[in-house]
């Protein structure tokens, strides 16, 4: 009895530690893989805390970089496709994240890289999405 209740609690524990924006998350994620979309051009605007703002546009062909271009005042940010963003928001220690209700790509991302660091927090908002 007493492995029973203790299997619940756990099960309980860690229900409730995958709240819904894990799931939800994953949800997007999936839509988005299962849409097949994998030539698409995407424009968002990057804001970086301290660096500024900046507006990116990227060409996707077949889930490859093919062209990438941006305003010139965020350098640092390299091209990236939808898949990549996915792989970002995982690797953030937070997030809060807008999907697009047609596709599921993250449509606005606010990120903190690190918890306890200062100044590394980033995010960008797509501006417009078009399949190829």
């Not at 990057?46 to 990116?56: D, K, Y």
Request: charged share 25%; net charge negative.
């Amino acid at each position: 009895m007493r492995y029973r209740v203790a299997i619940l609690l756990l099960w309980l524990v860690a229900s409730a530690c995958g709240g819904s924006e894990s799931s939800e998350f994953r949800d997007e994620q999936l839509r988005w893989r299962e849409a097949g979309i994998s030539s698409y051009s995407i424009t968002y605007l990057v804001q970086a805390g301290i660096n500024g703002r900046s507006t990116l546009t990227t060409k996707i062909v077949d889930g490859e970089v093919v062209e990438h271009q941006g305003d010139g005042r965020l350098d640092i940010f390299e091209a990236r496709t939808v898949e990549d963003m996915f792989d970002e928001i995982d690797a953030a220690d937070a997030a809060t994240v807008t999907f697009s209700s047609e596709f599921g790509y993250p449509r606005k991302v606010s990120l903190d890289v690190h918890a306890d660091a200062i100044d590394d927090e980033y995010g960008w908002e797509v501006l417009s999405f078009t399949t190829e």
